[in-house]
């Protein structure tokens, strides 16, 4: 599952610098990284016979305590 949480962190941290961006072709490159990194997630998904409603939905509580351990 590494592999995919490392994927998922990689998404945010694009997501984030698309949002940043501050030109009209940065912003174009940027959403092709996106695209290109949400179809590896389906991928990794779909190797590791995971779908999104097999996934632990975590309250923002949750998530902060499982951060703090």
């Known amino acids: ?3 995919l949480e490392t994927l998922q ?8 610098r698309l949002e940043r961006a501050t030109t ?3 912003r174009e490159l ?3 990284w996106v695209s290109q ?5 389906a991928d990794e998904k779909k190797f590791l016979n995971l779908n999104d409603a ?3 939905e975590m309250t923002d509580a949750e998530i902060l305590a499982e951060l703090e351990k």
Not at 9 to 16: G, P
Request: aromatic share 0%; net charge negative; charged share 45%.
């Open 37 to 41: 990194i949400e179809k590896e997630i």
């Open 9 to 16: 962190l990689r998404l945010s941290n694009e997501r984030i």
């Open 24 to 26: 009209d072709q940065e």
């Open 1 to 3: 599952m590494t592999h």
């Open 54 to 56: 097999e996934l632990p």
């Open 30 to 32: 940027r959403k092709v």
